[in-house]
Every structure is written in C-alpha cells, then in structure tokens.
C-alpha cells in the first residue's frame, strides 16, 4: 500500500486563487484594497526571507503589503509605538511582527500590543483563549494549525469521531492544532518529549500530526495503517550528494511512512504553502469586517 499524498502546493494554490477574485470583487464593489504590515526587527537571513515571500504573496493576491523594517537595536517601546500606529490605520487589516525579535525586547509585550482585530497570526491572548473554550471562535486561527485542519477536510480525512494524536506541544502548532482537532469532535491526545513510549501512542491514531521538530522521528512501524498523516516538521539533513550539501526532511521519516498510512503530506510541499495561504485569508477576513461584507 502507498499513501495517498496530500498536495499542500496545489491546495494553497487553489486557496490563493480563491482570495484574489474575492479581492477584486472588492476593490469593484467598495473601492476597498486590503492591507497586510509586516514589521521586521533586525537583519535574521530567515526572518528577512519569510517576509519578502509573504509580501511576494500578498501582491499576488491583491493584497497591499506594508514593509516596516527597524534596526535591530530598535527599542521595544519604539516598536510598541509602531504597532499602536498600525492598530489606528484604515488602511491596515492585519499585523504581522516576525518572529524571533531580538533578545532585549519582551515578544509577549509586543504581540499582546497588537488589535485583536488584526491579529491575522492568532496569537492574541483573547484569540487562543477563544480556541480553547467549547462554544467559542476567534476572530483569527493561528496559520499553521489552520492550514493544518483545511489539508484535512480537503483530502476528505474525517475528523469527528477519530482518535488523533498530536506530537509536539508549541504555542505555535502543537497545542492549538489539539484544540481545533477537538473542535472538529477528535478525541486527542498531546505527546512531547516527556512521553513514555511514543509508538503506543501512534500507533492507534487514525490522524497524526507530527510538529515536535526531530528530523524523521516517526517512522512507518509507529504508524497505524491507514492513519492520516500531516508533517508539520522542516529540518535540515546532511546529504553530500544534494547541491546545497543538505536536504529538507519532516518530522516523519517519509519512505517508511508512505508505505503504512492511508495519506501524508510532503515536506516541502506539504503544510509550508499552507501557511502563508491561511495568513493571506485571514487577512481578506479582516478586510470583509471592515467594509461589512
């Protein structure tokens, strides 16, 4: 048996595709462009190149991008005073600050600074409270976790009722893919480092999600036949026969995954496109409230 796999690409680029005409129906019907600002603290190659390939998204669909770049000696009621400015402009529906910011400055500080009506990264401390609490929404689902349970319903994984198994417990994945996988009527469970034998855990999971951030930790004899399998994971491996001298892996070590689950996601390919997808449409989201659509 070989997986079905799950084309995060593709569905991305459906996803993308679907927000530029609902942005040029707006630009006709209100006179209305969307707006998401960046902010980048320093001069991280990373960080720098996840903000040129949002904003290289952002004007692909439509959407304004907003660049603010600052020193990265940039003190943090400066940075404070900027966010406030954003959280005043029309024109601006979403804020985005990238992550890491420099060791002197208070992260928590910052984002909890920013409007909770645009805050399209889903971080606010309202927004996750909203996502753990049964019979609530936020205004905003953290990306990942979102694109995460949209890769899901598009490879038609049914979700309520199943045992899901969540390895990896980050305020960024882990703990809120648990809490959408349970709004979605999952029984889930959350492994970590701490967890006595892993494999006893997998192994009887219909729906894995693998986000702890170890190359190729789960293997296909942790798997459930059948499973759906989503790796949340990006890790570099030495291969002296790749060009860069490395190449990318996930948190699942794909070949003997492939063999034993029912679908997988790629890495690359996979929940990577995903992401930027889901911060663009929570970002149009933020633009209908504001013109009241």
């Known amino acids: 048996m070989s997986a079905i796999l799950i084309d995060g690409t593709a569905i991305a680029k459906k996803i993308r595709a ?47 991008s907003i660049g603010h770049t600052l020193p990265a000696e940039t003190p943090q009621d400066e940075l404070v005073e900027l966010v406030t400015s954003l959280n005043a402009d029309p024109h601006v529906n979403g804020i985005l600050v990238q992550l890491p910011l420099p060791g002197h400055i208070d992260e928590e500080a910052v984002l909890n600074s920013i409007s909770l009506e645009k805050d399209v990264d889903g971080f606010h401390p309202v927004n996750i409270g909203r996502l753990a609490m049964k019979g609530r929404d936020p205004l905003f689902i953290p990306c990942t976790p979102y694109g995460v349970i949209v890769l899901l319903r598009e490879a038609g994984v049914k979700m309520s009722g199943a045992e899901a198994v969540v390895v990896g417990r980050s305020n960024i994945v882990g703990l809120p893919v648990a809490m959408l996988l349970q709004k979605e009527n999952a029984t889930v469970t959350i492994c970590h480092s701490r967890t006595k034998d892993l494999a006893e855990h997998t192994r009887r ?9 170890r190359a190729e930790m789960i293997t296909g004899d942790m798997l459930k036949p059948g499973a759906a399998v989503i790796d949340v994971g990006i890790n570099r ?23 034993v689950a029912g679908a997988i996601t790629p890495v690359p390919g996979g929940v990577g496109p995903m992401t930027i997808a889901m911060l663009l449409q929570n970002t149009l989201h933020s633009a209908q409230k504001a013109v009241g659509d």
Do not use: W
């Open 237 to 259: 491996k030495d291969d002296p026969t790749a060009k860069r001298g490395y190449r990318l892996v996930g948190d699942v070590e794909f070949e003997s995954a492939k063999e």
């Open 18 to 64: 679907g927000i530029a005409e609902t942005v040029t129906e707006m630009k006709a019907g209100h006179n209305y462009v969307p707006g998401l600002a960046t902010v980048l603290v320093g001069d991280d190659t990373a960080s720098s190149t996840y903000v040129r390939m949002k904003q290289r998204a952002c004007e692909e669909a439509g959407i304004r």
């Open 205 to 213: 999971a219909d729906i894995v999600i693998a986000a702890i951030g």
